[in-house]
Structure formats: C-alpha cells, structure tokens
C-alpha cells in the first residue's frame, strides 16, 4: 500500500498500540472486532491481536487494499471510507452525484478526519520545517517473536520476565496485544493456551529453553504425567465471534487439541498465524 496511509495512524490512536474507542475499535489502525476477525487478527478476553503492531498493520493494509480497489481513482475516498465504511461513502456520492471526495459534502467527522491525516503528513514529512524535533530518547532496539504453548501450570508474568531477563515494564511495553489486567496484579498466562510475545533480539531462544527446563511446556514432564487425573468432555456449539483460541481460553485447553479431537483443517493466515477453521453453529468435542 501506499506508505502515506500510514499517516492514518496519529488520527486513529495518537501511535497508542492500546488505544480503546467507546466504540470497542481498538490498537494503532482502531479496528473493530468484527473486521479484525475478518482479516485473521484473535481476538478475545487474552489476546487482542489488534493491538500487536505488525499483525494489526497487515489487517489494515488487507482492507485499505479491499478499500482501494472499491475507490481506485480518489485516495481521500479511501481514507473517509476508512472512517466511515465504504457503503456510506458510496451513498453518498450517489445521492450528491458526485465522483470525488472533494466534491462531495461527507459529514463533519469525516471531513475533519481526512484533513487531519492531511495535516499529518505535512507535519512529519518534514517536522524541523515546523519546529520540531526526533524524538532522541525513542526506543529503536531489535525485537524478534516466539510463540508459547502452555501445558498444566499458569506461567506468571513475572516468571516471564525472570526466565527472559527484562523488566515487567518491558515485557508489558512490548506487547500490547496481551491483556496484563490491573496493574497491582502480576498477572499470568493461563495454562493449556498459547501466546506469542515479543521480546528484545536474543531472548526467545533462552526464555523457551527455561521453559522447558521449568516444566511450563506442553510436552515436558510435568504435562505428560497424566496418570490419576480425571478426564472432562464438554460438547461447544461454536458462536458468531467465537475462533478457535478463544473457545480454546474459555476451556483451558490447548486449541491445537480441539483441532485434533474434531479433525479440523488447519490453515496458516496472511499474518503468519497457524489457526483452525470454525464456524458458528458447528458442535465441537472438548476433552480437558
């Protein structure tokens, strides 16, 4: 896409990767729920992929593209349809007989919001020019991902940040997509689902190798010693917002273990993100 769509960002969320509409939109492009899910993003009560800024940005270009193709000619339609939906921008134009944004009347909302990402990038094309300066304290350090799947123990964030050596305000300014809860609590990642974090370059390797040692794994020790324990099977009616990961979270279990039990097809999104196709209305087994 075009890199000044990027400029979409400062109008959206003021580059707040937690940013929180009254509305339920949510991270630094402010997706909704609905169209996050749309684009591949999980997002539930645990993790909000709207707010993870590399996988949030892939959903956004996804749907400018499916917006630029809607408005080839105009990209200030583009970004008013961003605003307010590519199905009000057409009725618009019709209704007015316009072909153009700027011959248009959009509402007021709309018409501040493109000339706002106008004012944008005038502003940080070239910020000396209008009195400002970089930044100098921005963080610019390498990160690099891993994805953790837990068996039978919670894993706190404060272990996280133990096992990994980072502090728990660099473990939480890392990744916005994971929800901490109240700051006076420390928080943990629930066994039996993944997560995957961002971590600074070099971590990943060590941090999974304490896992292993320390039993938090599926897999190790700890998980496989099964024997004596009761087995639980539940019947799931899949819902319209459900995904795999959150029917997964709601049980505790792991979701590759759903997609096992149930031989569902397992697909790997534009994102990168292996996951499991369901659909609302399907029954599934659940085996805890």
Same mark, same amino acid.
């Given at each position: 896409?075009?890199?000044?769509?990027?400029?979409?960002?400062?109008? /959206?969320?003021?580059?707040?990767?937690?940013?929180?509409?009254?509305?339920?939109?949510?991270?630094?492009?402010?997706?909704?729920?609905?169209?996050?899910?749309?684009?591949?993003?999980?997002?539930?009560?645990?993790?909000?992929?709207?707010?993870? #800024?590399?996988?949030? $940005?892939?959903?956004? $270009?996804?749907?400018?593209?499916?917006?630029?193709?809607?408005?080839?000619?105009?990209?200030?339609?583009?970004?008013?349809?961003?605003?307010?939906?590519?199905?009000?921008?057409?009725?618009?134009?019709?209704?007015?007989?316009?072909?153009?944004?700027? *011959?248009?009347?959009?509402?007021? !909302?709309?018409? =501040?919001?493109?000339?706002?990402?106008?004012?944008?990038? =005038?502003?940080?094309?070239? #910020?000396?020019?209008?009195?400002?300066? !970089?930044?100098?304290?921005?963080?610019?350090?390498?990160? /690099?991902?891993?994805?953790?799947?837990?068996?039978?123990?919670?894993?706190?964030?404060?272990?996280?940040?133990?096992? $990994?050596?980072?502090?728990?305000?660099?473990?939480?300014?890392?990744?916005?997509? &994971?929800?901490?809860?109240?700051?006076?609590?420390?928080?943990?990642?629930?066994?039996?689902?993944?997560?995957?974090?961002?971590?600074?370059?070099?971590?990943?390797?060590?941090? &999974?190798? !304490? =896992?292993?040692?320390?039993?938090?794994?599926?897999?190790?020790?700890?998980?496989? *010693?099964?024997?004596?324990?009761?087995?639980?099977?539940?019947?799931?009616?899949?819902?319209?917002?459900?995904? &795999?990961?959150? &029917?997964?979270?709601?049980?505790?279990?792991?979701?590759?273990?759903?997609?096992?039990?149930?031989?569902?097809?397992?697909?790997? =999104?534009?994102?990168?993100?292996?996951?499991? !196709?369901?659909? $609302?209305?399907?029954?599934?087994?659940?085996?805890?």
């Amino acid at each position: 896409m075009h890199p000044d769509l990027a400029y979409i960002i400062p109008v /959206e969320s003021e580059f707040d990767p937690r940013a929180l509409s009254p509305a339920q939109a949510s991270g630094l492009w402010q997706l909704m729920p609905a169209t996050g899910k749309m684009y591949g993003l999980r997002v539930d009560s645990f993790i909000d992929e709207r707010n993870h #800024p590399e996988k949030s $940005a892939r959903a956004a $270009a996804e749907h400018l593209r499916m917006l630029s193709d809607i408005f080839p000619d105009d990209p200030f339609l583009v970004l008013a349809a961003y605003n307010n939906g590519d199905y009000n921008v057409r009725t618009t134009l019709e209704n007015q007989k316009s072909r153009d944004f700027w *011959s248009s009347r959009s509402n007021s !909302e709309t018409e =501040l919001y493109v000339e706002k990402i106008i004012i944008y990038k =005038l502003l940080l094309s070239d #910020p000396e020019a209008f009195g400002f300066s !970089e930044n100098e304290f921005q963080d610019h350090s390498s990160r /690099e991902t891993c994805t953790i799947v837990l068996g039978q123990q919670d894993l706190p964030f404060s272990k996280i940040c133990e096992l $990994a050596g980072i502090s728990y305000r660099e473990l939480y300014k890392m990744n916005p997509h &994971i929800n901490f809860g109240s700051y006076k609590d420390g928080g943990s990642i629930s066994k039996y689902t993944s997560a995957e974090l961002i971590l600074p370059e070099g971590r990943s390797d060590r941090l &999974i190798a !304490e =896992l292993k040692d320390n039993n938090y794994l599926t897999g190790s020790d700890a998980d496989t *010693s099964q024997s004596g324990l009761s087995i639980l099977e539940d019947i799931y009616e899949v819902k319209f917002n459900d995904n &795999i990961e959150s &029917i997964a979270f709601r049980f505790r279990t792991d979701w590759r273990k759903i997609a096992e039990i149930n031989d569902l097809k397992i697909i790997t =999104l534009s994102s990168g993100t292996e996951t499991a !196709e369901v659909t $609302a209305g399907q029954k599934l087994r659940i085996i805890r």
